[in-house]
């Protein structure tokens, strides 16, 4: 039984553990804390076990007695693999950071220390199982990015922080608001304000104000993201960020968004999100088509990357606003790919960037022929980045367009599915024009570094592992992600909620509690209490030859005849 | 004749009651009187050691008298928890602008003695107007607080801005407190009463909620109040005194007066008038409002650090109002800790400022610019502080806002909570471009400090006036050349603002994480207030 | 007479005097409106207490007397002390902290 | 050993081999890497026979699809995706082509490729190909198909830019790419929409149900779900609109050409379809789209064949015809026939390719026709080559290509009505590939011996000056060293010729498995799979009897006049090219249309490309400074910082303004409070 604020405060204490050490040694203590974190992080995800309940390792005391706050984390099916992205991506954004001149900068402590307290306020975010301290770290993981940027940033880099910062400041203090609406408006008359997620969820918030209160937290999570209309910070705060930092920013940051989504506008406000799905959903295909086509144009490697992620991350939303299992589960596991997928590109653009003093498509060309083993490990991240079969994007992808396809509309799926298309183009635009061709006019193109490819290599054994076996990620998610889910399909409109529960019979137990509590306003039952029956029987785990009698589905006996199948 | 004698026996003084106020007037009369000793280390220590203990023994006091409920000198002042935490601000606040008097050049051109003197009895005054529960110890607690500020703020003779702030803040003050008297008179008429719980009874009783006289009055009383707390149409003395007056001074006047003026505000409003509720709330919310958006909206193109504080005050007396305007224990609660809060905040922020101030010369953008680099302590201190300042979570602004809005979103009032929170998004903006200047380091801004220490800094002011050619003669012992160039000794500071900034620093951090204790506090504050649910 | 007409009054110097502040550029003279204005308030305060023959009023009436004293003073302390500092007596002149 | 057994370590051979010669690419040294590469598809190859045997060995009792699953891919909602093959006569068939080609192909690489700088990285390449197609292959539900189909596209991107340092390379491989990503998302659409109704990826399960879930005359959305699914089998089968790339693909080293482009990457569409016969059988419509589209594209490709002047994209084109015509018969229902054309096919298109490979290194990396000529008696080996490679193309009795592409012919034409008229174009489509097939060996063959030719005659091997580009003409940059300046060819490669002779034999000798209504082991093999189809289509004798005719005839005829034009020494002494340039000439609009590829690249170019690019660069320029920094961002911070600008002015600094606005500031609340009563 961990207790979960160890992990959470442990990348904090090392952060301050860094300050006080000589500051030459401070990198090497950074790293230790996020290696440490790291361990401790997977120790957890092994120790959840998918079937039982859907809360666990839960620490539960009072912050603020007098308004309700709570101090709760929890281990969910929703952010378990999202916290473990989260340490791993902290881990490799510290290494990164210890061995680049950024690591022994005379303000060396200044980087650890703001690495560590975001790594914490991202932990904390994931974990919050209560809906105020969830907003306090949301709007807490922002500011160590900003002391980041304006101090080790490049080109005007304070206007940019700051238009950054403000920006999203915009939708979280938006969703401040919402969230004591929220925790308010949830109460019945004369109970005890509570701002604990699954007890709102029971309690039901008034349908009437549910619409602009998913408003509210819809454009906090979408400005997070970005999404297209409101990306204007996009352009601007990538260019000023340093890389090490960006890759764990791009790739961490924007997925609390989603697990936001999952765990807290759509639970809680099902009415809310039933009516305003639509919106979402053109707002998520826009992004998708417009971020791709600005991705193929571009001619700056970092600002590729920055559009394909505000691509991929409207196909997330697509499948998070499918209010579908599958299509939940799928924007899950999709969001941990491309999490894995951004820390690997971003370093590739990093060396790219180290051999070419800039990181102008146009100078470099060639990469590969002195750089073998960059070229292939680049290789595999491209085909990762854009989602080719056989990789868990893939997979992600496939959940995501199904889920659309089922869950919101077909024309819907079709149109998403251009923006696979563009992503084969600029991945691999992204990847010739830096590597392939002659050498370009300003490159000189040599091997990386040995420590370079060791840590470009880590993304790719991630990429390989997870495309073997993506089942792990999916099958924790495919539960708490129907519990989420649920209440607001039935909202859109009955009959879903049976389908759903018709698919996937093992979410029968869980969708009871969910079922009742979909009925809108003041259900009892918990839905989070009720842990999942056992899970599908997880068959096929045989190695051994089974001839599959497909009529009945059951293995049949070598000898016995079949009809149906040939003589 | 023995009638007489025995009429005129000597009034039943609860003497523990009034203790802590008393406390600060013999700290005024000690200070004043050492002050007069001729030895340089009377008047540079043992004056500010002396106010300050006065400061400590009064806050003392007060904790002392915590829990007695009751009034004191027949009614005209409560002693309850609601007067004693207000004692215990501007006692905070006053130890705070001793310790950055030291070695300021205001008590030096004051005189030590008076300038303590005239701090201990202003706070004196902040200590009646908190506890006062008639008209006229209202208005006299007003007055008795404002005029020593005038004198402070002008403090500085041979500086011409300074006079400016305090001209302006007399007459501008004068006129503040004329319309609230002509309130205070209106409602005297309107209900015959003069302490507060009479004109409680009265206006429930005779149904006087629709009574031109009484409705009149609580306008202009509000017109008084709201000027004093420096609420938006009300507002605009508070950038030229704050950025005329001597640093000390600024820091005093942004935090004691605030804590007493809002401290005024909870109790007339939810004690006196609030029967009439149904008709200042919206006025008071429109305020509120008009202060949030005026006041983070003037602070951004500021350039002087004091100036941009002062209109960020404005603001923030636009968030605390929020609480009074709701009228619950809950809005209580939330703008007692808002004002808490708020001083140490402000007191962290003002030790910087008047310390890169001593260094540089001038409160300009640039005197903090490379802070980080110089001195990381005091650097850390203005980050937590402006933090704070913009609600960040961890600190304790955040709470603070939390509680607020939450206060606001339970009555109905979420439109108001949502111009709090667009007005926060703005001050995010001016207080994140001072944390990026306090660590960036491009070079060109930072002045190099190091090599002025030591000799006379001219002071450069960020926009010099063509001054007329008429009053260009030079005075005797003032620096030739430019107008009114007062000599500034650019000199480390002093070890106690040091302390002071870290102090406040590491509290705005450790109530923001632990509110713990300071809530049980408020709690039983609010629970001073009758008549609220 | 009723109350009425001294509230009249009242009302009539309180406008007059706040005319003065606004208008007028001597500061001595500023401090006259000022006069003006508190003392109508006390003309307000006496006819009430008057009225509801409460005692108490006049002693309020007092308290601002001296009230109104001491801000004359200090207002003058500080006019002097800008003429020394080669500043006209003049109002207008001090614009030197705005923006 | 289980067949199943034998199918997992067929699949996990070629892996095993890429990831060998990848880990330790810098230490195999010389042809170690080439051989290694070999071995391994070899060694599958013969696990291929054993899965063979075992499966033959079951046709008494067991039954003879075999689904076998390691574990849970993803399980999901209703999706549950296992790790599991499917082995069954039709993959083994598959197995068959790919694993033995693929062996040759090595063969032939291991001495066609010596002297270049990236030899171990294509053998690397070329195992990790074969591994993508066998999982194609294997697949036994759609993700897994899709996911092979996904590698296989990568991997042919691969070998096309394998000289990466050409740029013409790199772009053939990213246009190359992305089609096959269109057909992937055609894939994946088509997928889901069956998952709508069948609820379950697995091949079995939706075949077997295919009856109930979509009714006797199958559904709407069936229809759709396969016209999708057939976008997918078009982009990789280079059908048209989606065949663009398969022209360019030539700019990949030869060997790659004659396994991707020739055997088996471009027949995957045809698998594709040949599985799924079961549903298409329930949809008509997908049937007759299929066979339209394969009769157009054999007919369009024949026409452009006859005007290209690269030697490899003559053979590319042909490719793309002979692929049309698998897809038609396959299509319309000759299952067992596409699939024997398919395996023949394989034969003497990789033999043609390798002999097109001998040529073009006898010439130094030059691959235009107009420059080749007389290569007869200094190559005779190739020349040999090419006559059998040249005459199974064509359909010429005995040989492979003959019997299997009559037999598809049959099969179309027995299905009656409207598909006799695509008999017809098949027919001319014969002829027309007889033409080009010829006219492609007798410019370089026939007619006075070229230099090169004659130094070859001496038994010399020219060298060309500068290395160029064949496509681009700019010079090579062989400084890296590939693409290697040392060029061999068959008759001085032992290993070359090996595989060419082997593949020369099969190409003749290929028809006896199936010589219709004599001797037919492959449809008696592939009896099981096909069994339901072949109770519809029934093939009479009388129309198989007259397509032989007709089509040996119509091969015959095209020799001839292929024989007219460009070989036979003119009486009137002219050069031999004067007939086809007065051909040329009288047909000179048409002649344009064909060289120009039918202008498809053009419009694609035009609909396509173009827009995208534009609406990008607008977007990134245009649209992202004004909409988004101007009006979004710079409209709100515009407007607060004039409201700024406002309050600071109203600061005036005048103390009268101040003491003015709090007195009007009074007044006004007084006002607004006395109208409230």
């Known amino acids: 039984m961990y207790h979960l604020s160890v992990l959470l405060w442990l990348p904090a204490a090392f952060a301050v553990l860094g300050l006080l050490v000589p500051s030459r040694t401070t990198r090497w203590v950074a790293v230790v804390g996020a290696l440490l974190t790291l361990a401790l992080s997977v120790v957890l995800v092994l120790d959840f076990e998918a079937t039982g309940p859907a809360l666990q390792h839960v620490t539960d005391a009072t912050w603020i007695s007098a308004l309700g706050v709570r101090y709760e984390l929890a281990l969910t099916g929703l952010n378990m693999w999202l916290a473990l992205l989260a340490t791993v991506g902290f881990a490799f954004s510290i290494v990164w950071a210890a061995m680049t001149p950024l690591g022994v900068d005379r303000r060396a402590k200044h980087v650890f220390f703001h690495l560590g307290i975001a790594q914490s306020a991202v932990l904390g975010a994931l974990l919050a199982q209560d809906l105020i301290l969830f907003v306090a770290?949301?709007?807490?993981?922002?500011?160590?990015?900003?002391?980041?940027?304006?101090?080790?940033?490049?080109?005007?880099?304070?206007?940019?922080?700051?238009?950054?910062?403000?920006?999203?400041?915009?939708?979280?203090l938006l969703m401040l608001v919402a969230a004591i609406a929220v925790g308010v408006l949830a109460t019945p008359p004369g109970a005890e304000v509570s701002y604990n997620i699954q007890e709102i969820a029971q309690r039901g918030v008034p349908e009437g104000s549910q619409g602009w209160l998913f408003a509210c937290f819809a454009a906090a999570f979408l400005v997070k993201m970005p999404q297209f209309p409101i990306h204007g910070w996009l352009a601007d705060g990538y260019k000023a960020m340093p890389l090490p930092v960006l890759a764990v920013f791009s790739g961490v940051l924007s997925k609390v968004a989603?697990?936001?989504?999952?765990?807290i506008a759509i639970p809680l406000l099902p009415q809310g999100t039933a009516d305003?799905?639509?919106?979402?959903?053109?707002?998520?295909?826009?992004?998708?088509?417009?971020?791709?086509?600005?991705?193929?144009?571009?001619?700056?490697?970092?600002?590729?990357?920055?559009?394909?992620?505000?691509?991929?991350?409207?196909?997330?939303?697509?499948?998070?606003?499918?209010?579908?299992?599958?299509?939940?589960?799928?924007?899950?596991?999709?969001?941990?790919?491309?999490?894995?997928?951004?820390?690997?590109?971003?370093?590739?653009?990093?060396?790219?960037g180290h051999r070419t003093g800039s990181e102008d498509l146009r100078d470099m060309g060639g990469a590969a022929t002195k750089a073998p083993v960059f070229a292939v490990l680049f290789v595999v991240v491209t085909y990762a980045v854009l989602a080719m079969p056989g990789t868990a994007n893939f997979v992600g992808e496939f959940l995501i367009?199904?889920?659309?396809?089922?869950?919101?509309?077909?024309?819907?799926?079709?149109?998403?599915?251009?923006?696979?298309?563009?992503?084969?183009?600029?991945?691999?635009?992204?990847?010739?024009?830096?590597?392939?061709?002659?050498?370009?006019?300003?490159?000189?193109?040599?091997?990386?570094?040995r420590w370079e490819l060791a840590l470009l290599a880590v993304p790719v054994l991630l990429i390989i592992a997870l495309a073997v076996h993506p089942q792990q990620t999916v099958e924790a998610a495919d539960q708490a992600a129907t519990r989420s889910v649920l209440s607001a399909a039935a909202a859109v409109s009955p009959d879903r909620a049976r389908d759903i529960l018709a698919d996937d019979p093992s979410a029968q137990a869980a969708a009871e509690a969910a079922q009742s509590a979909a009925g809108g306003t003041g259900a009892a039952g918990g839905a989070g209490g009720a842990g999942a029956a056992g899970g599908a029987d997880a068959s096929g785990a045989a190695g051994a030859e089974t001839a599959i009698d497909p009529a009945t589905g059951q293995p049949v006996d070598q000898t016995a005849q079949t009809e149906g199948a040939g003589r | 004749m023995i009638a007489l004698t025995a009429a005129a026996q000597a009034p039943d003084i609860d003497w523990a009651g009034l203790s802590s106020l008393l406390a600060l007037f013999a700290g005024a009369v000690v200070v004043l009187l050492v002050g007069l000793l001729r030895s340089r280390f009377a008047r540079e220590t043992l004056v500010p050691v002396l106010s300050i203990v006065a400061f400590a023994v009064s806050i003392g006091l007060a904790i002392w008298q915590w829990d007695e409920e009751g009034s004191l000198m027949s009614g005209a002042l409560a002693l309850d928890p609601l007067a004693m935490i207000g004692v215990v601000g501007v006692g905070v606040a006053g130890i705070a602008a001793v310790l950055l008097s030291i070695g300021a050049t205001a008590p030096r051109e004051a005189a030590h003695g008076e300038y303590h003197a005239m701090m201990l009895i202003a706070a004196a005054g902040m200590a009646m107007f908190v506890g006062a529960q008639n008209l006229i110890t209202t208005f006299l607690g007003l007055e008795l607080l404002s005029i020593p500020l005038y004198i402070l703020a002008a403090t500085e003779l041979h500086r011409r801005r300074s006079l400016e702030s305090g001209m302006k803040y007399l007459i501008v003050g004068s006129v503040g407190s004329a319309t609230l008297l002509y309130g205070f008179a209106l409602i005297f008429g309107a209900t015959g009463q003069l302490d507060y719980a009479g004109i409680a009874a009265a206006v429930g009783t005779e149904g006087l909620r629709d009574d031109p006289l009484m409705l009149a009055g609580v306008a202009l009383v509000i017109v008084g109040l709201a000027f004093k707390a420096s609420v938006a149409p009300f507002h605009q003395w508070t950038p030229d005194v704050y950025e005329g007056a001597p640093t000390p001074v600024t820091a005093f006047m942004a935090t004691a007066t605030k804590v007493a003026a809002l401290i005024a505000f909870l109790r007339l409003f939810d004690v006196a008038l609030v029967g009439t509720s149904g008709t200042w709330a919206p006025a008071l919310a429109v305020l509120a409002a008009?202060?949030?958006?005026?006041?983070?909206?003037?602070?951004?193109?500021?350039?002087?650090?004091?100036?941009?504080?002062?209109?960020?005050?404005?603001?923030?007396?636009?968030?605390?109002?929020?609480?009074?305007?709701?009228?619950?224990?809950?809005?209580?609660?939330?703008?007692?800790?808002?004002?808490?809060?708020?001083?140490?905040?402000?007191?962290?922020?003002?030790?910087?400022?008047?310390?890169?101030?001593?260094?540089?010369?001038?409160?300009?953008?640039?005197?903090?610019?490379?802070?980080?680099?110089?001195?990381?302590?005091?650097?850390?201190?203005?980050?937590?502080?402006?933090?704070?300042?913009?609600?960040?979570?961890?600190?304790?602004?955040?709470?603070?806002?939390?509680?607020?809005?939450?206060?606001?979103?339970?009555?109905?009032?979420?439109?108001?909570?949502?111009?709090?929170?667009?007005?926060?998004?703005?001050?995010?903006?001016?207080?994140?471009?001072?944390?990026?200047?306090?660590?960036g380091d491009d070079p060109e801004t930072t002045t190099d400090v190091a090599a002025t220490r030591g000799q006379t800094v001219a002071v450069e002011e960020p926009e010099a006036i063509p001054a007329r050619a008429g009053d260009a003669a030079s005075v005797p012992g003032l620096v030739p050349g430019g107008n009114d160039q007062p000599v500034v000794v650019a000199d480390a500071p002093r070890l106690p603002i040091t302390v002071l900034a870290v102090v406040s620093g590491a509290a705005i951090v450790v109530l923001g994480v632990i509110p713990g204790p300071l809530m049980n506090v408020v709690e039983d504050v609010a629970r001073a207030v009758p008549g609220l649910f | 007479m009723s109350t009425g007409w001294y509230l009249a009054v009242s009302a009539i110097v309180f406008a007059i005097g706040a005319g003065g502040v606004t208008t007028r550029r001597n500061p001595l003279l500023v401090l006259v409106c000022l006069e003006l204005m508190l003392n109508a308030g006390n003309l307000a305060i006496v006819a009430f207490a008057r009225m509801h023959g409460a005692t108490e009023g006049h002693v309020f009436a007092l308290v601002v007397m001296v009230v109104a004293a001491a801000e004359v003073v200090v207002g003058l302390g500080i006019v002097v002390a800008l003429y020394r500092n080669r500043v006209a007596v003049d109002v207008d002149e001090l614009r030197e902290l705005h923006g | 050993m289980s067949p199943a057994e034998a199918a997992w370590i067929v699949l996990l051979l070629p892996l095993l081999g890429a990831v060998v010669l990848g880990l330790?690419?810098?230490?195999?040294?010389?042809?170690?890497?080439?051989?290694?590469?070999?071995?391994?598809?070899?060694?599958?190859?013969?696990?291929?026979?054993?899965?063979?045997?075992?499966?033959l060995g079951r046709d008494e009792e067991g039954t003879r699809q075999i689904a076998s699953s390691l574990y849970d891919y993803v399980s999901v909602g209703g999706v549950d995706v296992k790790m599991e093959i499917l082995v069954d006569p039709l993959s083994v068939v598959m197995l068959l082509v790919v694993t033995g080609v693929s062996t040759l192909i090595h063969l032939y690489s291991i001495a066609y490729m010596r002297g270049d700088a990236g030899y171990t990285r294509f053998f690397a390449y070329l195992n990790f190909f074969v591994f993508s197609m066998l999982v194609l292959v294997l697949a036994g539900n759609f993700v897994l198909l899709i996911v092979g189909w996904g590698f296989v596209g990568a991997a042919s991107y691969m070998l096309i830019s394998f000289w990466y340092r050409r740029t013409s390379a790199t772009k053939a491989g990213i246009k190359a790419f992305v089609i096959n990503v269109v057909g992937d998302v055609g894939l994946v659409l088509g997928v889901i929409l069956l998952l709508k109704e069948t609820n379950s990826v697995d091949f079995l399960?939706?075949?077997?149900?295919?009856?109930?879930?979509?009714?006797?005359?199958?559904?709407?959305?069936?229809?759709?779900?396969?016209?999708?699914?057939?976008?997918?089998?078009?982009?990789?089968?280079?059908?048209?609109?989606?065949?663009t790339w398969l022209p360019d693909a030539m700019e990949g080293p030869t060997p790659v050409s004659s396994l991707i482009h020739a055997a088996t990457m471009v027949t995957a569409g045809v698998y594709l379809i040949a599985r799924l016969h079961p549903l298409m059988e329930l949809s008509p419509t997908a049937q007759t789209v299929g066979a339209i589209i394969g009769c157009a594209t054999l007919l369009v490709a024949g026409t452009i064949g006859l005007v290209q002047t690269d030697l490899k994209r003559v053979i590319a084109y042909s490719t793309m015809s002979q692929i049309g015509y698998m897809i038609m018969g396959v299509s319309a229902g000759a299952y067992v026939a596409g699939m024997f054309h398919l395996m023949t096919h394989a034969f003497f298109k990789a033999l043609l390719f390798m002999a097109a490979g001998s040529l073009i290194s006898a010439m130094a990396g030059e691959q235009n026709m107009n420059k080749m000529g007389?290569?007869?008696?200094?190559?005779?080996?190739?020349?040999?080559?090419?006559?059998?490679?040249?005459?199974?193309?064509?359909?010429?009795?005995?040989?492979?290509?003959?019997?299997?592409?009559?037999?598809?012919?049959?099969?179309?034409?027995?299905?009656?009505?409207?598909?006799?008229i695509l008999w017809g174009a098949g027919i001319f489509g014969a002829f027309l590939t007889a033409v080009y097939t010829w006219r492609m060996i007798f410019r370089a063959f026939w007619g006075p011996p070229v230099p090169e030719a004659k130094e070859l005659e001496e038994g010399h091997l020219h060298h060309a000056a500068e290395h160029r580009n064949p496509a681009t003409g700019e010079i090579e940059d062989t400084g890296v060293g590939f693409p290697g300046p040392e060029h061999h060819i068959a008759e001085r490669a032992p290993a070359m010729r090996m595989a060419m002779s082997v593949l020369a034999v099969l190409a003749v000798v290929g028809g006896i498995l199936g010589i219709p209504h004599v001797f037919t082991p492959l449809e008696h093999f592939l009896e099981p799979v096909f069994e339901e189809a072949h109770a519809l289509h029934h093939v009479d004798t009388s129309i198989t009897v007259l397509g032989l005719i007709v089509g040996s005839l119509a091969g015959i005829a095209g020799i001839a006049v292929a024989y007219v034009i460009w070989a036979k020494p003119t009486t009137r002494g002219e050069a031999s090219t004067a007939i086809s340039s007065g051909w040329q000439r009288r047909f000179a609009p048409v002649h344009r249309l064909f060289v120009n590829k039918w202008y498809f690249d053009e419009i694609i170019d035009l609909l396509i490309v173009r827009p995208v690019r534009g609406f990008g660069r607008w977007a990134h320029d245009g649209f992202e400074r004004l909409v988004i920094g101007g009006a979004i961002v710079g409209g709100t911070t515009g407007a607060v910082r004039g409201a700024s600008a406002v309050v600071r002015r109203l600061q005036s600094g005048y103390l009268r303004t101040y003491s003015a606005v709090v007195l009007t500031g009074a007044a006004v609340l007084v006002i607004y409070f006395l109208t409230q009563s």
């Open chain 1, 401 to 449: 367009l199904r889920g659309t396809w089922e869950g919101s509309a077909p024309a819907l799926a079709i149109v998403a599915s251009i923006g696979v298309a563009l992503a084969a183009v600029y991945a691999l635009r992204l990847f010739i024009r830096s590597s392939h061709n002659r050498v370009g006019p300003v490159i000189q193109p040599r091997e990386g570094a």
């Open chain 4, 374 to 420: 007389g290569f007869r008696k200094a190559m005779p080996f190739t020349f040999l080559a090419f006559v059998i490679g040249g005459l199974a193309l064509s359909g010429i009795p005995p040989f492979s290509g003959f019997f299997s592409k009559d037999e598809i012919l049959a099969g179309v034409a027995s299905e009656g009505g409207w598909h006799w």
């Open chain 2, 290 to 439: 008009i202060a949030m958006i005026v006041g983070n909206v003037g602070a951004l193109g500021q350039s002087s650090l004091k100036r941009l504080m002062a209109f960020s005050s404005v603001a923030q007396a636009g968030y605390m109002l929020v609480g009074v305007v709701v009228a619950t224990q809950l809005g209580v609660q939330a703008t007692v800790f808002y004002v808490l809060a708020y001083v140490v905040m402000t007191v962290a922020a003002f030790a910087v400022i008047e310390a890169a101030e001593r260094e540089t010369g001038h409160d300009g953008a640039s005197s903090i610019a490379g802070l980080g680099r110089r001195r990381p302590l005091h650097a850390i201190a203005l980050t937590l502080s402006m933090l704070g300042l913009a609600g960040v979570p961890a600190t304790v602004g955040f709470i603070a806002k939390l509680r607020i809005v939450q206060s606001a979103a339970d009555n109905g009032y979420t439109w108001l909570a949502i111009v709090l929170v667009v007005g926060s998004m703005i001050s995010f903006v001016y207080y994140l471009r001072v944390v990026a200047r306090v660590w």
């Open chain 1, 276 to 352: 305003l799905r639509w919106v979402v959903l053109i707002i998520a295909v826009v992004s998708i088509l417009y971020a791709s086509t600005v991705a193929l144009t571009t001619f700056n490697a970092r600002m590729v990357l920055a559009y394909s992620s505000v691509a991929q991350l409207g196909f997330i939303t697509l499948g998070v606003m499918s209010l579908r299992p599958d299509g939940a589960a799928g924007a899950l596991l999709q969001s941990v790919n491309h999490g894995v997928a951004v820390f690997g590109a971003f370093l590739a653009v990093a060396i790219l």
């Open chain 4, 24 to 55: 330790g690419f810098r230490v195999w040294r010389g042809i170690t890497a080439g051989i290694i590469g070999t071995a391994a598809v070899g060694l599958a190859f013969v696990f291929t026979l054993i899965t063979l045997f075992g499966l």
């Open chain 1, 137 to 172: 770290f949301f709007d807490l993981m922002l500011i160590p990015f900003f002391f980041l940027t304006a101090q080790f940033g490049n080109g005007d880099r304070v206007p940019a922080t700051i238009k950054m910062i403000v920006y999203t400041l915009v939708g979280s």
């Open chain 4, 205 to 243: 399960d939706t075949f077997h149900s295919a009856k109930e879930t979509f009714g006797e005359d199958g559904s709407g959305s069936l229809t759709a779900a396969l016209l999708l699914i057939m976008v997918g089998a078009f982009a990789k089968s280079a059908q048209m609109p989606l065949h």
């Open chain 1, 258 to 263: 989603v697990y936001g989504f999952l765990q």
